[in-house]
């Protein structure tokens, strides 16, 4: 079992740039892959980019890529998300997701634990 606590989020005018950061509880960390989702008010949960367990592996939304850059440190037990170039339409809360298996995954039935969330806003 892992506890992941997200943190970093915050207000930024369009064009900014946050790192969200999400640490996670026990020496397992590494055998997990990881990834961020975000849901903005009055959507679903979508998901945003996704790292292997080695973190030698990424994958991204359409809508981040470019411009968002996941990464993690294993001996660090954390994973983070550097946003860049933010725009209005990436407003959400950000949530850091856990699950078994190798490679990565979009899926949300893929992640087992998921962190408390942090609220990014961008304005215009």
């Known amino acids: 079992q892992v506890q992941l606590v997200d943190s970093g989020g915050g207000s930024v005018q369009a064009g900014g740039s946050l790192r969200l950061s999400c640490a996670a509880s026990?020496?397992?960390?590494?055998?997990?892959?990881m990834a961020w989702f975000r849901q903005a008010p009055g959507k679903e949960r979508e998901f945003v980019a996704g790292?292997?367990?080695?973190?030698?592996?990424?994958t991204y939304a359409d809508s981040v890529k470019g411009r968002f850059t996941i990464s993690r440190d294993n001996a660090k037990f954390t994973v983070y998300l550097q946003m860049d170039s933010l725009k209005p339409e990436d407003t959400a809360v950000y949530s850091c997701?856990?699950?078994?298996?190798?490679?990565?995954?979009?899926?949300?039935?893929?992640?087992?634990?998921w962190g408390q969330g942090t609220q990014v806003t961008v304005s215009s």
């Open positions: 997701a856990a699950g078994s298996a190798i490679g990565t995954s979009r899926r949300q039935e893929d992640y087992r634990y």
């Open positions: 026990g020496r397992t960390f590494g055998s997990y892959k």
């Open positions: 790292i292997s367990r080695s973190g030698d592996s990424t």
